[in-house]
């Protein structure tokens, strides 16, 4: 059974300063890995998407790396700004299914 | 263009009572899924639709039904709802099980 954790649990960091979130999977054949962002209260919003065959992906201020063969991915997030306080899930996909790790939540303080 | 909608966005049950949530999407994509959240849980996945005809049990089905009625919506459903489904459930979807998945904006069901 793929179990995938996100350390470390709660993060809070001064407006400007990077991010570093990180994401462990057990299972290295997976199919892609995908990084949301969810706000309390609302929706998952999908981040960005790394096929197994990629390295990294890149979207404005994201930047997501996926090493498949040790079961690890790292989401940094430059120049964090107090908007991009939120919780941030790393999902794999295997077979059908996402798995879900269970979320960072950061805060970034103006 | 609304993605994917949710209805209803809060629900109360009594034990035993039955319902439907329901889900659509705009976006022309052939796979549609059911999540429930849950603390401490994460997101765990009840059913699956890859296309349109094709229903399949994911991590956690019992208790729940699912019919996928057209390309656009798929539906779950609660026979008869226990306290354990308290809960707040997400629809996805997606173009292919190999494209990033889009959600809803959730249904908070509780049940009594």
């Known amino acids: 059974k793929q179990e995938v954790t996100q350390i470390p649990a709660a993060l809070s960091v001064p407006e400007g300063e990077n991010l570093v979130l990180n994401c462990s999977f057990t299972d290295s054949a997976i199919y892609n890995l995908q990084w949301f962002r969810q706000d309390p209260g609302k929706g998952l919003t999908s981040l960005l998407l790394?096929?197994?065959?990629?390295r990294e992906q890149t979207s404005g201020r994201l930047n997501a790396s996926l090493d498949k063969s040790s079961g690890r991915s790292t989401l940094y997030i430059a120049a964090s700004q107090p908007g991009d306080s939120a919780t941030y899930l790393c999902a794999v996909r295997d077979d059908y299914k996402l798995s879900f790790g269970a979320g960072t939540t950061v805060t970034v303080r103006a | 263009n609304a993605g994917v909608t949710q209805t209803p966005k809060f629900q109360v049950l009594k034990t035993g009572q039955s319902m439907t949530l329901q889900c659509a999407q705009d976006m022309n994509h052939n796979s549609m899924y059911w999540y429930r959240q849950d603390p401490g849980m994460g997101l765990r996945l009840i059913y699956y639709s890859a296309s349109e005809g094709t229903t399949d049990k994911g991590e956690v089905p019992n208790g729940y039904n699912v019919s996928r009625l057209n390309k656009r919506e798929f539906s779950l459903r609660l026979e008869s709802a226990a306290p354990s489904q308290t809960s707040v459930y997400f629809c996805a979807s997606s173009k292919s099980r190999d494209n990033e998945q889009f959600f809803g904006p959730g249904t908070r069901l509780t049940v009594l």
């Open positions: 790394i096929q197994s065959s990629q």
